[in-house]
Structures are given as structure tokens and as C-alpha cells.
């Protein structure tokens, strides 16, 4: 078992481009960390890196305290699962599983421990003289799953191994995964672009955006305390809501308004606001669905017109529009509904609503960060990449114009 350490890890391709901009992770022995982000934005180049897939452009990564920037991918000890699967079409199951470990000259005695261990692990037993072919897409992933864990890894590195299954097969094998990860006792560095794998699995998450690191935290921190307005949003199902708002001082706290409504802002971030030099007047508050407390008959708080409701089982989610056309979702428990209030939501006739302001969170408007959480990482603007050769003929034009 090993730590993994990044440090300063930076990835830049000969044209230019930059896919990961100064990684800093520290990753716990035995520790299940998840990569989680938008497709592009450096998750999956990060975890190449880690297996020594990619070569890194600048920085150092070290497993169990070795460096291993200039190491073979076959000599750190790793063993990783693909999207895809990667099994060998004319083996069985059982070959597939023992690959590995004939590439190594093992025993073939301990290789059929190893194999029928993995197999039981995962269930697997009656399909190891099949054929890849004869599989469904779970029995394949528990199969390429169980290649990489006969061979009881340093670190075992997963890169979006759910994502070619269907939902209700993914929810089985994400619990399969937690199972396993109690089985075997490893290190886990594990990629996905679904943030409820990434919260169901992860101890902690590190969260990307266009290579840069946003926040890395436990699923609690990240969801009670997003440290920028692209956290915020990403985290989250429906997403937060924002609201146009201003801080004003309130005794010896803060008051945020929206409009005309007043909310008291909690005294955690009116502690972190009182150490600013200075506090800023227009912020966004943010807010999830279900932290916005509803009044059905529209009377109590801020005025919504309904557009869509969604019923989702014990759930009811309200899209609504407030002052000119601003958007907003709102989140209600059919529970704490009576069926007059349940049929006028559904009719869709007007709502009104008031904050939950132990909930609320605080974000700059200029870059996006939290207000009360410390160090936050503002949000990178996003620009359009220009290869470095076309960018100096662009100059070279200019000039002449």
C-alpha cells in the first residue's frame, strides 16, 4: 500500500497547449480520492500521468516515496482500469485475469490462487471459461477489474470505468466498488465526470476546471462550503441557485438583500467578512432547491411564477422564473405537502419563497470565490486556445497591418 504525492505537476503539449497547470495533491495511504470535472479539463491526463502513461512537463510525482517521473508505467507498481475495458477478445476470463501475472513469471499454482481469489471477490467464478463476447458490459468491467487485482497493487487507478453502463448497472457496480475497496485495503485515485460517483465513492474529491485544481475536499465540504461559483454549480442535483444580491452591515453582523427581501447571514461568514480590508456591496448568493423554503399558497417571502414542475416520487422540483425571467429551481418533499398544495404547485400557479440561512453561501462577483472559505480558488477564465505557431503568425500579420 503507498502514498501518492503531486507536486507541482504540470502537463503542456508540444503545441502549446496546457492540459494541467500546477497539480498539488497529497493522497492518503489507503485513501479513495476521485477526479471529477467536465470532459477537457484534465482529470484523465492527470491520472496517465500518475500511471507514467503521459510523460509530465514540469513538477515530480512520487508512490511510497519514490520519484517516479522517469520510471516505466510496468515498474511503479500501479495497476489501472480502462473506460474500455481493454480485455483480449480470445482469451477467457480466466486468461484475461492471469495475463498479467504470466507476463511476470508467477507460479502457475499461485496464479490460480490469485485468479479464483479475484474471481470470488467479484462474483465471477462460473464466467472464467468464457469469452469477452459471452459477457454483458458489467461482467467485463468486473472482469478488467479483476485483472488489475490479482496483482494486489500499490495503487489501483480507475479512469471512467462505469461510464460505457447503463444507470441502473452503474448504481450495482458503484456499490461493488465500495465493497471491493473494503476487501483489498489500497490506494484508490479514481476519475469520472459524474459527481454522484464521485460523492457516493470518494473520501475526498478533487474537483477540475480547464486544468486547474478548484477545490479539493471531502463530499460534505464541497456541498455545504463550495469554494467557488464553479463548484458550486457543478456540485449538486438540481444545481444551486444564485441570486443578485447585496451585503449591507446589521449591528454587529451582515444582512444580504435580494430585492426587497432581507436575509441574515450566518455568523461563520459574518466572522470570515469581518477579517476583509474590504467587504464587498454586490455578491451572489447561492443556495440549493431544497434549502429555498416554499410557501405554496405564494404569499410569504419572494414571488415565483411557475414554468415546469417535475414530479420525482417523493420529490416535487419546481421551475420557476422571479423578478424579470431570472430562473430558479426549487426542491419540496411531496411528504410536507397537503393535496390542495400539491394540486396548485401542479397547476402551476404562482409560489412564493424565503431562504434557509444557515444554508446560504457568499461569492464574489469578480471571481467567483467564496467569501467565507479561506484560500478559495478563484474561477479561471476560460479562454480559446491558440497554438503557439499560429499565435506568432497572428502577431507577424498584426505588425504588418
Known amino acids: 500500500m503507498a502514498e501518492v504525492s503531486l507536486t507541482n505537476v504540470k502537463k503542456q503539449y508540444d503545441n502549446g497547449f496546457v492540459a494541467v497547470h500546477d497539480f498539488n495533491l497529497e493522497i492518503k495511504n489507503e485513501e479513495f480520492i476521485v477526479l471529477v470535472g467536465p470532459s477537457g479539463c484534465g482529470k484523465s491526463t492527470t491520472l496517465r500521468m500518475i500511471a507514467g502513461l503521459e510523460d ?36 477467457s476470463v480466466y486468461e484475461n485475469i492471469a495475463f498479467g501475472l504470466r507476463l511476470r513469471k508467477v507460479p502457475n499454482k499461485e496464479i490460480h490462487q490469485k485468479v479464483l481469489e479475484a474471481a470470488e471477490i467479484l462474483g465471477i467464478t462460473e464466467l472464467l471459461g468464457r469469452k469477452p463476447k459471452q459477457l454483458s458490459g458489467g461482467q467485463r468491467q468486473r472482469v478488467a477489474i479483476g485483472r488489475a487485482i490479482v496483482r494486489i497493487p500499490k495503487v489501483f487507478l480507475m479512469d471512467e470505468p462505469l461510464s460505457n453502463l447503463d444507470a441502473k448497472l452503474r448504481n450495482q457496480m458503484r456499490a461493488e466498488i465500495i465493497l471491493l475497496r473494503q476487501k483489498i485495503r489500497t490506494t484508490f485515485v479514481y476519475v469520472t465526470h459524474d459527481q454522484t460517483e464521485a460523492m457516493t465513492l470518494g473520501d475526498r474529491i478533487v474537483i477540475m476546471k480547464d486544468g486547474y485544481v478548484m477545490q479539493v475536499g471531502t463530499p460534505q465540504e464541497l456541498f455545504n462550503h463550495p469554494a467557488n461559483l464553479f463548484v458550486a454549480g457543478f456540485i449538486g442535483t438540481p444545481q444551486m441557485n444564485f441570486f443578485d444580491a447585496v451585503l449591507k452591515k446589521s449591528g454587529e453582523g451582515y ?64 421551475h420557476a422564473e422571479y423578478w424579470d425571467g431570472k430562473p430558479i429551481i426549487l426542491k419540496v418533499q411531496i411528504a410536507d405537502l397537503t393535496d390542495e398544495e400539491q394540486n396548485r404547485l401542479i397547476s402551476k400557479e404562482s409560489v412564493a419563497f424565503t431562504f434557509r440561512e444557515r444554508t446560504i453561501n457568499l461569492f464574489r462577483n469578480d471571481d467567483g470565490r467564496n467569501l467565507a472559505v479561506p484560500g478559495a480558488v478563484p474561477v479561471p477564465k476560460t479562454e480559446k486556445f491558440v497554438p503557439e505557431e499560429k499565435s506568432k503568425k497572428n502577431k507577424k500579420d498584426n505588425k504588418k497591418k
Open 56 to 91: 509530465i512537463t514540469d513538477g515530480e510525482i512520487a508512490i511510497d516515496g519514490t520519484v517516479v517521473n522517469d520510471m516505466e508505467p510496468k515498474d511503479r507498481d500501479i495497476a489501472m482500469v480502462f473506460q474500455n475495458y481493454a480485455l483480449y477478445p480470445h482469451m
Open 255 to 318: 444582512k444580504a438583500a435580494v430585492g426587497d427581501y432581507e436575509v441574515n447571514v450566518p455568523k461563520y461568514i459574518c466572522d470570515e467578512l469581518d477579517k476583509l480590508e474590504q467587504v464587498p456591496e454586490n455578491v451572489q448568493l447561492g443556495v440549493r432547491p431544497e434549502n429555498l423554503i416554499i410557501d405554496p399558497l405564494g404569499e410569504k417571502g419572494i414571488r415565483a411564477s411557475i414554468k415546469v414542475t417535475e414530479m420525482m416520487g417523493s420529490e416535487l422540483h419546481i
